[in-house]
């Protein structure tokens, strides 16, 4: 399966998830912010993406919860470089670069992008 | 529950699928001035099946609560002296929560079909039922001849 196409099934998936129109569900769309997912969409788009690529998704992820408990990680409300190392570890298919310019930890939700799940598909398929 | 919409199961296997039935009758007030059973009801009937059905098929101890519904369609409607017929298919299951497919029928007639997502709330958010809450759910259950061993 090529790019476009896991783009395209990826956008059909979070589209359904959150009723959206397939075209609003572009590469860069964040899913909170752009397309105003909640929490329970997390796990809607979870199901959908198993049952479209026909993929198991281990629970914390693709979508981790509570991810910055220890306080290592965050200092007044920043992400730390010890946080931000966790973070590429924990989400090796996301891209830092924007956040890291900003890392305030209110800000880790926009992490969350379609591209985001491109990118995560394609490390669970074959091949 | 608070409001059982089920009379009876007919089946109920975990992981896999729910079967139950739901008698509409005159005896309902509201049906005595509506011309149809309210679909919304119809609904909720299959939501009861679905809640049980997800409730034996995941984390032991956990509370279930509905996280939403998808592609509801209500193609006909039911009156009184119906008997609806709801399956409920569980499609996905993870640990936190089941994707399931339902639908509604009155002898082969659709009355309802939807799509819909129950949530395993974490024991942090919602502590487990308390021995009396379990209690009154086995009774209910025993009601609703769900087999004992199911539940």
Redesign the interface.
Known sequence: MDDKEVFEKVQKCVA?ALGRDEEEVTMEAVLSKDLEAES??Y??I??QL??AFNIK?E?DELFPQKIFQDERYVKNGVVTEEGLKFLGERLPFADLSEFAKDPKVTRVPDIFTVGLLVNYVKTKLPG | MRYVLIDRFLELKRGERARAVKCVTLGEPFLQELDGYPSALVLESMLQVGGALARVSGPAGARTVL??V?RADFPSVAAPGDRIEVEVEL??S????T?CKASATVEGRVVGTAEF?I?YLPPDMAPPPTPEEEERRRRLMRALKVPLEEV
């Open positions: 359904t329970i969409d796990l809607d979870t199901f198993e049952k998704i629970k | 996280g939403k998808d499609i996905l993870r640990p936190e929560g994707l997502m949530v």
